[in-house]
């Protein structure tokens, strides 16, 4: 597929709106923490059967209007409180979401790249 980073300006897009409560960084403990690192997230909306659409949209949803109905991380609010609701532009969220999807948070491969990409910065 796409290279790990295909899509910089959307990993670049996360890592301003997003890290700064879902941090990557594996080295956190969970008191350092304000929001399950992303690679979580993805884990309770991502599975082989799911398409790239339904995923975007899925996200994006919660992401404009977070909710504990809405949640698919009970145990996410339980210990972090419920998502403020950010005011990001849809079109951001998209293609932060469709990231996701593209590319698997958990592997050491995109956390090396991530480490990279930090280092040029």
Same mark, same amino acid.
């Given at each position: 597929g796409p290279g790990l980073l295909h899509d910089e300006?959307?990993?670049?897009?996360?890592? !301003?709106?997003?890290?700064?409560?879902?941090?990557?960084?594996?080295g956190l403990t969970h008191?350092?923490?304000l929001a399950p690192p992303m690679f979580k997230?993805?884990?309770?909306?991502y599975n082989g059967?799911?398409?790239? %659409?339904?995923?975007? !949209?899925?996200i994006t949803a919660f992401v404009q209007n977070p909710t504990?109905?809405?949640?698919?991380?009970?145990?996410?609010?339980?210990?972090?409180?419920?998502?403020p609701k950010p005011f990001f532009k849809?079109?951001?969220?998209?293609?932060?979401?469709?990231y996701i999807y593209d590319n698997d948070l958990s592997s050491d491969a995109w956390y090396? %790249?991530?480490?990279k990409l930090q280092r040029k910065d």
């Open positions: 300006e959307a990993l670049q897009l996360m890592a !301003t709106l997003c890290f700064s409560c879902h941090n990557p960084d594996m008191e350092q923490r997230v993805r884990e309770h909306y059967e799911i398409s790239k %659409q339904e995923f975007v !949209t899925n504990k109905e809405a949640s698919r991380m009970p145990g996410a609010i339980r210990n972090f409180g419920l998502m849809e079109s951001d969220i998209n293609k932060i979401a469709a090396k %790249q991530w480490k």
